[in-house]
Every structure is written in C-alpha cells, then in structure tokens.
C-alpha cells in the first residue's frame, strides 16, 4: 500500500478514486506546522534557525500519517504545485522523520496542475524529489515576514499606542492606500474648455471634429483656460469656412489577451463580478477540486495560483477546434498563440489558469454550479478560449480639417470595427480611468473637400483627482510595482481591513486614521522599508533563491543588519519626539485649513490652548495641550459616515433644566452631553448615540438627543412584585432591568417604545432560561452536513453573521451574501475552522494566573507576516495547551512529559 498526501480532504476522496485500492490518500487540512506567534521563533543569532510548532489538530493528523506510513512501500507528497505547496510537503517530511517513521519507506513528490484522472496518473508516472531552492525561498520569505512583524510591532505598540501590527508586503501596500489619499487631498481641480464642432459634408453626412490648433501652434489641454477665452475661440470658428486638409485611413490590430493569471484573474473578477480578491480565489479553490461529473469527481480549471500565461499544448488544440466548432474557421488564427510568462522566476511560474477540459462549455456544467461558480467558470472559459481566437481587425481614420481665413485647425478621429475576432466572445473590463475608444465610422471625404458648419460649442471641464483603489486596481499597482506575489495578494488585502488600517466605500480603499498615523511613522522612522523599490528588490531577491542563484540565509543576513540598526534607532525615540514629527506630517489632515485665517490648532475650548496629537490606551486621538485644565478631545478627523469630527454643536436647550444638549466628540466617538461642567469634578449627565438608531452625530436633533439623555425610562411597576421595570441602552445592547434581572432587545428603537407588558414577558423569558441570554436566531438552513448529518446553519451572531455546524462555528468572509451562501461553502468553512482547532468544545480552561490572561492578551494582539497571516493566526488555539496542563500539574508523572521542557524551552 502507498500513501499519497494532499492538501484538503475533498482532493483526498477524488485523487483515492482515481488510483484505486493500492493506494491511500489522507489530507494534512493545509499547513502541519508554522511558527508560533511569540518571541525566540526564528533566532538570527543563531544563524535563523526557526522553531516550529504542531498545533494539537494538525498533530493527530500527523499521527494518523505516520501510522499509516509504517510498513507502505511508498510515501507519495502530492500537495499544491507552488512554493506553499512546496513547503507543506517538506514540513510533513520533517515530521515523519523526526517520528522515524521513514525506515525502508520510499518518499517521491509529485505536481498535477489540474485534479482530472489523467493529470494525476500523469504526475503518479513522473515523480520528483523535494525541489529545495523553493524550499529555502519559503523559508526566507517566512523568516523574513516573522521577524518584521515581530520587530517592528512592538516598536508600534510602544511608540503609537493603537497600531495593531506592521509587515513587509502588509505595510507597502498600506502605504500605496494612503499615498494616494494624499494625492487625492492635495489635488486642486484646475479649469479647461474644449471646442467641438459639428460638421457636414457637400451631401449633407454629419460628423464631429474638435480643435487642435490655433495660429499655428498645437492646443495642449489647458491652452483654453476659461470662457472668455474659449468664447473669442467660437466666435472666430463661426466666421470661418473650412475645407478637409488631409485623410489618413490605416488599418490596425488588436491580438487578444492571455490567460489569466491569478492577479488578471483577481482584478477582472473584481471588474466584471464585482467579487473581493478573496472571494475570487474562494470560488476558483472550488472549481479547481472540483465537481461530480458521470459519478466522479472532476476539477473545472487548472491550478489558481500561478504567474504563468503559457499553457499546455494540448489545450491549444483543444482551444482550436472549439473555436472552429462554435464560432467558424474566420475566428481561428493560421497559427496557433503562445504566450510566454513575464514572471521572473520560472520555477514559480506554472500554466495560466484555464479549464481543465475546454470542450466544457459553460452550458454544459451551468446546472451543476452556484451563480458565482458558474460566473467564474465562465469568465476563465471565455478568456481561454478568446487568447487563442483572431485578432480584431480595426480601421482608424483621421481627418485634418483647416480654416480657409484663419489658422484654425480641427481634427475628425474614427475607429471602425472591419472584423470582431476575439471580441465575439470576449472584451477586458476597463477601470475608471482607462482611456476611451475613439469615435465611430467618418463619413467618405477627400483632401480640398469643402465642410459646412452646422454647430460649435464650448465645454467646461475640471480636472479630477486620480480615483481610490479598487481592490482590481491596487492589485494591478502592487503587481507592477512587483511588491508580494500575487499569490498573497488576496490574504494582504483582507488583513488591512481586520486592522482596521483601511475600509471599503463603494468598493474602493480609503485609509482609515490609524492606517494614516502607522504609514506616516513607518515613513518618517523606517523610510528605506516601506520604500517601493526597496519591497521590489527584495521579492527579486527571493525569486533569486527560489532559482538557484542565491542563499536564502545570506539575503537574511544582509536585511538583518541594517532592520536592526533602524529599529534600535526608533526604540530610543520618546513619544513626544515621534508626535511632533506626526503632527507636521499629518498636519494638513488632522488641523484642515478652516478658511478665516484663525490658527487650526487654537483649541475651541480655552483661550491659549494648542491642539496636538496624543496617543491613550486604545490609540490617537486630538487633545488640548492645557490638559488636565482642558479636558477637549476630538477623534482625528472625520469619520467614514460624515460625523462631525472637531468642535462641539449645540442642538438646543433641554426645557426642563434649561442647560444646552451639545454634541461632542472624545477619544471613543460622538456623545451627547447635557450642560457643561460648573465646578471641578462635575460630571454632566452623557449618552453615546447608538449606530443601530440610525443616527450620527452630524444628522442627530435636539428630539433624539433629549430621548438619549432620558434613559434609563421608567416602563412601568411589575404586576407581581411592584418594582419598577427600566428600560436603557448598555454595554452589551438595548435592555429592560427588573430587580437585577437584564432581559436583552432587540432593537434600540424598542428601548422608547416598549410597554408593561412585553417587558413582564421579556424579564419571565429571561428567567425560565436560567439568566441565559437568548441565543442567535437562525438566518438560513443550509441542509444536513454530508458528513455528519447535522444540519449546516447561518445564524446571526453579536459580531456578524456565521456558519454553524454541531458545535463548530465559522465566521463568515465580511463580503459575503447570506443569501447566496452554498452549503459547500459553508462545509469547506467549518472544515477549515476545525483544521484550525475550533471546534467549539474547549471552553472550559478559563480560570487562570492573571500573567496567563495577559499572554493570551498579547499572542491574540500578535503581528503577523504577510504571507502566512492566517497560519500564524491558526496558532491561537495552542496557547490553550496550557490550560489542561494545570489540571494535570499536581501529577508528578505529567511533570515529566516531553512536551514540557520543549515548550519552556521555546518560551527561553
């Protein structure tokens, strides 16, 4: 018997399927080992050696691998064909034969670019050793996004209280956000005028023509700054007579575009599906493991993380005669198309994603998937299929017209479509600043034609700040900027909106004030590592040991030495000295220029106070430099929903104490207040103002804030024990409050509406469920788990909607639609969270040392790198190990347990 190991367990049943009973497949569920989320993991002292840890899921499917290698013949490595891939294999290796598992036992890796039977038995026939240049260049990259995220973070934490963590991908692209914002900050819309003149031929054909001179000189874009000028301009127009100077006609191709890749595919999914990066990839991960096609299961497409754009040659023929087959031997090309990869290290670069079987029409499999499936699949189906069609034959046209009288010069543009090619099938999404087509078909005119003037008209424009990225657009800047690798493009971007570093509107990036305040600090105090040019020559470097060409420890090394040098440099800065700097940079967006000429900073609360950043518990925030005799605070600017973020609004006067209700603003949002404080200690009464009440503090009034101020409101007495039933807004929500008894609303609307009678009903409920609070009402029911039978729910949770299944519960991705959610989906979600080790039944060790409390504290505030971001967040569960272990501490045979000394040994 030998025994094959892949990635996931779905690839497991189908690749076992395909070899038959000689053979057993057993799945690792993703990466066995990382390094754990604290100090001492990898140590340049010690020539960065790295220390890696199982956690407890991973280590029985270890268990179980290692069981049933005893006595194979074989062990087959068949993990994902990348560089993760790559390393999956070799840390199971590691494992095993640490285990000494591997007595007499063969080992081979094998790649298939596509789960189909003859892909596998392919690869079975072909088998390789480890590749270890990509096995070094994970390394290093691992190394590398381990020691900036563990070096620079609590450099953050220290100096810019609030910052959550840095990166060496994370960071940079964090940094092409906020630049842009800048850009779009600094911009100033500057004036212009065009001139379009509508035009006939002697046999009366219209067409348009713009000016492109004037006394002999070429208009640049802003030669026409204003109206007068532009009305002196049509004057003359109108007194002219003009006749065609010259036609050009030429005709011009446009050859098709290759086959994605995975950030093509990621930005045209984002244009044309409107998906995230990672939905993108959740969706095509599906399709390449596959559906049940004639009673086996088939992968739909190739292998989705790639950088390549060849593909296999007997997929061009294939793309050939289903070209010739569906749209005519007029759409296939003389010769077929071979598109070579640009990435620059070709051992990452692999086939461009297509399908694995291009007679597959996406009709024939359109029943089979869910919208977003079949959306996908057919999105890599048409650009397949479209790289190998004819090019589109175009023919552009140009006419130069001229004044008889005056230098006056118009110009005509056409362009017509003399053959559709590849545009039959298949045209590229374009972002919102992509240049237009030029105007259709010109009319037929000869040079010394005479024109008539029908109409000429002026139009005003103003230029427009470049536009915020989109996640197509950022991917598409980071690609060409060479910063990351695609790869992980979809992981990156999702961790700067967990951060809080960023969030989306409208579907495009806008950098969020703590987001500003650590690209500002990285800028000003590690400039040369958020420098664009610095990321691309270290991924070139990279690409350089993944080929061969250089030592991944040496490329640590020379990174190693100067890191240090800036981040020994930033420890000795006193935070005063990095708020100074903080406030000149971000000046011009936390103090705006108000317009009257006053001092920005002049605090609006005392007479000689100056404004100034400050940093407290839970981050930055705007504070008078009087404190404590002026205790004015602001949140840095305004927010993303338009809240007023500086000075306070009076809204009225409260008529039963006659004080003025005001809005302000502290350090943890918008609240009303009643009154200012008379003396010293006073402590006016205060309300939040709630998001769920559909409010703000821009939009609130003097009604809203008044009923704010009133709570907690008196409901009414009990009917059985003649207390009093209040109802309020808390910590934990709405509420009514019964002789110590809290019973939970819904809705804070519910909060002023609510009668006698539903609060006697809510208070009973709340007490015939033991004090428990009401648990998450189901929002969908998905169907029975295929494995278990349990059924698959979306429940709606405090923090977002969730998958549950038995007692494993899986958030949700923030972008996804409850109501489009498969039931595969969800399986693959809670197969993932449990891989992870949370499956919901270790609870019970809650009780520990405070010292425990903060570790846990602190391993869950960890940074993290940016390619393995979610692997070192799958950690979290083995910082629970410890917890059993004082159960057992009072043993003296579990004193002596092997794990222990390792893990003090770790924690040294």
Known sequence: MDVVIVESPSKAKTINKYLGKGFKVLASYGHVRDLPSKDGSVLPDDDFSMAWDVDPKSQKRLN???????????????????????AISWHVLEVLNKKKALKGVEVERVVFNAITKNSVLQAMAHPRGLDKELIDAYLARRALDYLVGFTLSPVLWRKLPGARSAGRVQS??????????????????????????????????????????????????????????????????????????????????????????????????????????????????????????????????????????????????????????????????????????????????????????????????????????????????????????????????????????????????????????????????????????????????????????????????????PPRFTEATLVKRMEELSIGRPSTYASTLQTLRDRTYVHMDKGRFIPDDKGRLVT????????????????????????????????????LREFWVDFTGAVSEAMELRITEVLDRLNDVLGPHVFPDKGDGSDPRKCPACDDGRLSLKVGKFGAFVGCSNYPECRFTRQLTVGADGEAASGDRVLGVDPDSGKPVIVKTGRFGPYIQLGEPEEKGDKPKRSGIPKALGVTAANIDLEKALML????????????????????????????????????????????TIGLNRAV???????????????????????????????????????????????TNATLPKDADIEKVTLAEAVELIAAREAQGGGGKKKKPAKKAAPAKKAAAKKADAPEGDEPVKKAAAKKPAAKKKAPAKKTAAKKPAAKAKPKPRASAAAD
């Open 64 to 86: 179980d691998i290692a069981d049933a290698v005893k006595g194979a013949g074989k062990l087959i490595l068949a993990t994902d064909p990348d560089r993760e891939g790559e």
């Open 172 to 465: 940079v692209a964090l940094r092409l956000i906020c630049d842009r914002e800048l850009e779009i900050e600094a911009f100033r819309a500057q004036e212009y005028w065009t001139i379009e003149t509508d035009l006939k031929t002697s046999s009366g054909a219209p067409f348009v023509a713009r000016i492109v001179s004037l006394d002999g000189k070429k208009l640049d874009k802003f030669d026409i700054p204003d109206k007068a000028t532009a009305d002196s301009i049509v004057q003359r127009i109108r007194s002219s007579h003009f006749k065609v100077k010259s036609v050009e006609s030429k005709p011009t191709r446009r050859n098709p575009y290759p086959p994605f890749t995975t950030s093509t595919l990621q930005q045209e999914a984002s244009r044309k599906l409107g998906f995230s990066a990672s939905r993108t990839m959740q969706i095509a991960q599906r399709l390449y493991e596959g559906i049940e096609i004639d009673g086996e299961t088939t992968g739909l497409i190739t292998y989705m993380r790639t950088d390549g754009v060849q593909i296999a040659d007997e997929a061009i023929a294939q793309a050939r005669t289903v070209i010739n087959n569906e749209f005519g031997e007029a759409y296939l090309p003389s010769a077929a198309r071979i598109y070579k990869t640009k990435a620059k290290n070709a051992q990452e670069a692999h086939e461009a994603i297509r399908p694995t079987d291009l007679a597959r029409l996406p009709k024939h499999v359109a029943k089979r998937l869910d919208d977003d499936q079949r959306r996908l699949y057919e999105l890599v189906w048409n650009r397949t299929i479209a790289s190998q069609m004819e090019s589109v034959q175009l023919e552009r046209t140009t006419i130069e017209i001229e004044a008889d009288e005056q230098q006056i010069g118009l110009r005509a543009t056409g362009s017509v479509i003399v053959f559709d090619g590849f545009l039959r099938l298949y045209q590229e999404g374009r972002d919102d600043d992509a240049e237009g087509e030029e105007g259709g078909r010109l009319p037929k005119v000869a040079a010394g034609d005479k024109v008539g003037l029908h109409d000429v008209r002026a139009d005003q424009h103003f230029t427009e700040p």
């Open 520 to 555: 500002a600090f990285l800028e000003n105090f590690f400039t040369r590592y958020v420098e664009y040019d610095f990321t691309a020559d270290l991924e070139e470097k990279l690409d350089k040991v993944s080929a061969g060409e250089l030592d991944w420890k040496q490329v």
């Open 709 to 752: 101020l009133a709570l907690p409101r008196e409901v009414g007495l009990h009917p059985e024990t003649g207390l009093m039933i209040t109802a309020g807004l808390g910590r934990f929500g709405p509420f009514v409050l019964h002789d110590g008894t809290y019973a939970n609303l819904e809705t804070p609307e519910e909060v002023f």
């Open 761 to 807: 009903t809510e208070i009973a409920e709340k007490k015939a469920r033991g004090g428990k609070p009401r648990g998450p009402k189901a929002l969908r029911e998905l169907g029975p788990h295929p494995e278990g039978g349990k059924p698959v729910q979306i429940m709606d949770g405090k923090y977002g909607p969730y998958v549950k299944h038995d007692k």
